[in-house]
């Protein structure tokens, strides 16, 4: 029996929780020989490994990387508080779960940037990890810290602490920026030399060769290289060949339960639904969508490979993809002969999908789920949402009357133009949704009697590349008195005893504001929260408002310039460097149409001139369909 | 030769018991993960295997006795129903090519068709205990382990929920050895009287005035027994002793 290495002691693994978290081994996990590798890359999730694991993106990653022969691809989550302390104490470097090697020993620490709350996370793992934190202090010995992720289109609040950022679909340049690598390594160039040599590379920003200058009021004068041969701005990369291209095919299989204990099947990319507030659905333009084929013959692949009982399909709006009747009677017909359960989340709700769910689901356990996000028909028209009060009610009917009792509602509050009317149509249409289960379902068929509206709202945080990102956020007792008053409108409902209202915490979200529409000033407040000991600020219970505060106030930094403020039209944002297909003007006229109500048409029915046509495929260059279903 | 046991529809099912080990890192990992380990890979390795009914299927499973975190074994056992198999040995080698390294299944075999399951079974359990280094105490145990022996009760003060329970040892104690710095012993197992390794050993050091420090011992689970006598005739054999091979 050899004895595998592991990075910890037994001492340490039998005194933390989950210790299974942190010795890798798992089945699919990909380990190789050290001595033919040329290119070792940890692949970090700033986060637990059980959120972490459930990423699809490191998965597809974590494949392509280790299909290059010399190139060795291993996974790194954050330690929980418990083994963090531990490894502090006894200066145990930050290691990656396959070969249990320090991250020190590697050529690349890759960080996926997926949610702003986990920036400090991403220091407490360069501080394991037992590296400067700032980018500038980090020498030959180290490793190039790349960022990867959603958040990359807005990175100038990390601007500080990462080498490189990778913009856009991780399945186009790495092969490229692998080999300018080597070459630099087997020439001896320097770590200054390749970044400057990756900079060139398409998709790459290196934060270094940047300069910002500012007016007197903090806001952008201007953003230039400070070196030539560095490109003015960067493009989002796009991978254009869904179908063929890397997908994992051998996923790994955790041994705990981790929050995606399935097999994920990515069905498209972007959505054809232009919401204003949201920003995936601008920054995955265009959409482009995978063959069925070739899905269906991945899913079975994927269920044999991994032995997981379920398979979840993923999209921004699976009811868009052409294919999907097809595709689902294939899974229902495979999956149902293995007991293999089926998931099937971002739905519409209409006869189609509410046959397919009852056919997957239990119906009485399940609950169904609508996003109106506002709670008015003007307000949604503000915010791009399709979806009418009528096709809300209609589906909830057809729901009802197929044994549905529990209905789940998502809103936002502190919409731009949102006034006490809208917020009052949050509480009227949960009221509605009740009513009409009493007068569809006939006393005797009701199960239990009820009907159960849990109605949730959460507060909108405006977003770089989005129409509403000249927008003002509103203050945490804004958002706090918007949250007031629909918990008042509800109470005052006549089917009150049916609803269930649950709101979100507002000091988050007015962080969440500042560090999404940050600049590269607050690097130094993040280095401050976080030497306060702040990280984990994702989990509530480990989230310190106060701590935050004061760093800004030590920082002579006022969060309030990032959120209440409204910028004006001619504004530069820190972000504008990026070019992420949607143009400014795109988004401006949307700004505009938005504060004139009006509605813009999904990309189906007809194209907005979004700029992501430059992109040369996907939707952009299908024909339109006038009468493609609105609602949403 | 390969045997083929298809069963009619409505007919019932073949219980299988399986043999296997538990070492290196995934010593780590909890009883619940084990169990959650063995159902993927019995998907993997495309055994017909048996769902329960109702709308949430699951594999007809049971574990023999859960193994503590940090506890490595070479007896550890599980039943699952299958519809059909090709052959004993068949089974054992798809679930191999399926595993992961330190799980590893020893055998396979077909239980009669009235056996009790893996988890009723259970009588008895044994082990070999070793200190890790530098944690050794300074008794000697050659020296003090017969009149340990020899003792009418060995007690014990097990720490639950409700306050401190006192345990005697004793009755449970089948066998116990002292040699090449090894523990060799033979415990109950059953869920009424179930004896972990190092109550006893802890026992013995109080005796003599001594500690056991923390996370001092290597524990290895040898085998798992069930009783084919009675409560006061014990005779003991391996889980699997009443299986065969097909």
Known sequence: ?????????????????????????????????????????????????????????????????????????????????????????????????????????????????????????????????????????????????????????????????????????????????????????????????????????????????????????????????????????????????????????????????????????????????????????????????????????????????????????????????????????????????????????????????????????????????????????????????????????????????????????????????????????????????????????????????????????????????????WAPQCTKEQFLEKAYQTKKAITEQLNQKSIKYNWHEADVSVLEGVLARGDRRLSKVLLKVYEKGCFYDAWSEYFHNDKWMEAFEECGIDPDFYTVRERSLDEIFPWDFINAGVTKEFLQREWLKAQREEISENCKKKCQGCGAARFGGGICFEERDASYEAEN | MAVEYALKKGMHLMKLRIKFNKYGPVRFIGHLDVMRFFQKAIRRADIDVAYSQGFSPHQIMSFAQPLSVGLTSNGEYMDVEVHSIVSCEDVKNRLNAVSVPGIEVLSVKVLPENAENAMASVAAASYTVRFREGREPKLNITEALPAFLAKDNILYNKETKKGIRELDLKQGIYELSYRNNCFHMLVDASSAGNIKPGQIIEALLKEHGEELQENALLITREDTFLNLGTEDDRKLVPLDEIGMFV
């Open chain 1, 1 to 469: 029996m050899n004895e595998i290495k592991l990075a910890l002691s037994d001492d340490i693994l039998m005194k933390i929780e989950k210790p299974a978290r942190y010795i890798g081994n798992e089945y699919n996990s990909v380990v190789k020989d050290k001595s033919k590798i040329n290119v070792r890359f940890a692949m970090c999730f700033p986060d637990v490994y059980e959120i972490g694991m459930s990423h699809l993106g490191i998965q597809i990653l974590y494949d392509m990387f280790n299909s290059m022969e010399d190139v060795w691809c291993e996974r790194v989550y954050s330690p929980c508080l418990d083994l963090d302390k531990i490894m502090r104490e006894e200066k145990i470097p930050l290691f990656a779960l396959e070969s249990q090697d320090p991250v020190k020993d590697f050529d690349f620490m890759g960080i996926t940037i997926q949610y702003e709350m986990c920036y400090t996370n991403i220091l407490q793992m360069l501080d394991l990890a037992q590296f400067p934190l700032l980018a500038s202090e980090r020498g030959e010995e180290h490793p190039i810290v790349i960022g990867g992720g959603p958040c990359t289109y807005n990175p100038e609040p990390l601007a500080d602490f990462f080498d490189i950022f990778y913009i856009g679909e991780g399945e186009t340049r790495y092969e490229d920026l692998i080999s300018v690598y080597k070459e630099c390594k087997s020439q001896k160039l320097g770590r200054e030399e390749f970044l400057r040599r990756a900079a060139r590379i398409p998709g790459m920003y290196v934060p270094r060769f940047y300069d910002v200058f500012y007016n007197e009021d903090n806001t952008i004068k201007a953003f230039l290289p400070n070196e030539k041969g560095i490109p003015m701005s960067i493009t989002k990369e796009v991978e254009m060949d869904v179908t063929n291209t890397y997908y994992p095919m051998k996923p790994v299989v955790p041994y705990i339960k981790v929050t995606q204990d399935r097999v994920v099947l990515e069905i498209q990319r972007g959505c054809i639904r232009g919401c204003r507030f949201c920003q995936a659905g601008q920054l995955y333009r265009p959409v482009r969508e995978r063959d069925v084929e070739t899905l269906k013959r991945y899913a079975l692949e994927m269920l044999k490979n991994t032995g997981h009982e379920e398979i979840s399909l993923s999209s921004l709006s699976s009811s868009d993809y052409s294919k999907l009747p097809e595709l689902i009677d294939f899974l229902i017909d495979e999956c149902g002969k293995k007991h293999i359960n089926i998931s099937l989340p971002s739905l519409r709700i209409d006869a189609f999908s509410l046959d397919v769910m009852s056919k997957v689901q239990d119906v009485k356990k399940s609950s169904l789920t609508f996003a109106p996000e506002a709670g008015s028909q003007r307000l949604r028209n503000v915010i791009n949402k399709g979806l009418t009060e009528e096709v809300i009610l209609k589906g909830s009917a057809l729901a009802f009357e197929g044994g549905w009792t529990r209905v789940k509602l998502y809103f936002m509050l502190g919409l731009p133009t949102e006034t006490e009317e809208d917020i009052r149509g949050i509480a009227e249409l949960s009221n509605k949704i009740a009513a009409t289960f009493f007068d569809v379902v006939p006393k005797e068929k009701r199960v239990n009697g009820k009907v159960q509206i849990v109605t949730s709202t959460s507060f909108f945080v405006p977003k770089p590349f989005t129409p509403f990102q």
